[in-house]
């Protein structure tokens, strides 16, 4: 079965700094992999998607992760942190392996950003 | 083009009462899901359809049942809430149960069982 580690619950960033959110995962297939971002009180909102093509992959907001099979890392990153940007995200692979389509979540980063 | 929509938004339920929760895509998907959130352990699949008139049981089904009403509407049923049902539960679909496809979240039910 494919599993998702996060590997900080809490990250916290002034306004202005870079953001970097970890995630490793493991996968029997070649995986598709996911960010999803939760405000607070709100549903999920994709932020990209990996499917294979370019292992760089840019999204929403200014947000962008890079897909290294080698160290089989998805992190997050973005040059810049805004307030808006404090939520939590979520690092999710695609499991093919038990369920169609079936998405496997990490445990979440909550980001705070101080101004 | 609402996306997927959820009620109720909140719901407070005693021991052994029983309720649905009700979810409806208007995207044409062919594939929904009903996941629950707890703190600290993202997001658990309880049972999922993928088309209309199928359906299957996910990591966490116990204590749970689901219909698939037709290909907007997938409904969830807690016949009798126990305190452990506690959670924040999302609806979700898909165009359909392929690898790599994106799924669209409703806004949640916040359920209280006391």
């Known amino acids: 079965a494919q599993s998702v580690t996060q590997l900080d619950s809490h990250v916290s960033v002034s306004e202005g700094t870079p953001v970097l959110l970890r995630c490793n995962y493991s996968?029997?297939?070649?995986?598709?992999l996911f960010w999803y971002v939760q405000h607070p009180n709100k549903g999920l909102q994709l932020l990209l998607k990996?499917?294979?093509?370019?292992?760089l992959v840019k999204g929403i907001n200014g947000f962008e992760a890079e897909f290294k099979k080698s160290e089989t890392s998805f992190h997050l990153t973005k040059p810049s942190a805004h307030m808006s940007d404090a939520a939590e995200y979520f690092c999710?692979?695609?499991?093919?392996?038990?369920?169609?389509?079936?998405?496997?979540f990490g445990a979440g980063t909550i980001l705070r950003v101080k101004s | 083009n609402a996306g997927v929509t959820q009620t109720p938004k909140f719901q407070v339920l005693k021991t052994g009462q029983s309720m649905t929760l009700q979810c409806a895509q208007d995207?044409?998907?062919?594939?929904m899901y009903w996941y629950r959130q707890d703190p600290g352990m993202g997001l658990r699949l309880i049972y999922y359809?993928?088309?209309?008139?199928?359906?299957d049981k996910g990591e966490v089904p116990n204590g749970y049942n689901v219909s698939r009403l037709n290909k907007r509407e997938f409904s969830l049923r807690l016949e009798s809430a126990a305190p452990s049902q506690t959670s924040v539960y999302f609806c979700?679909?898909?165009?359909?149960?392929?690898?790599?496809?994106?799924?669209?979240f409703g806004p949640g039910t916040r359920l209280t069982v006391l």
């Open positions: 979700a679909s898909s165009q359909g149960a392929s690898i790599g496809g994106e799924q669209f």
């Open positions: 990996y499917t294979s093509a370019a292992t």
């Open positions: 995207m044409n998907h062919n594939s």
């Open positions: 999710v692979v695609s499991d093919r392996e038990e369920y169609g389509n079936k998405l496997v």
């Open positions: 996968s029997s297939y070649s995986p598709s």
């Open positions: 359809s993928a088309s209309e008139g199928t359906t």
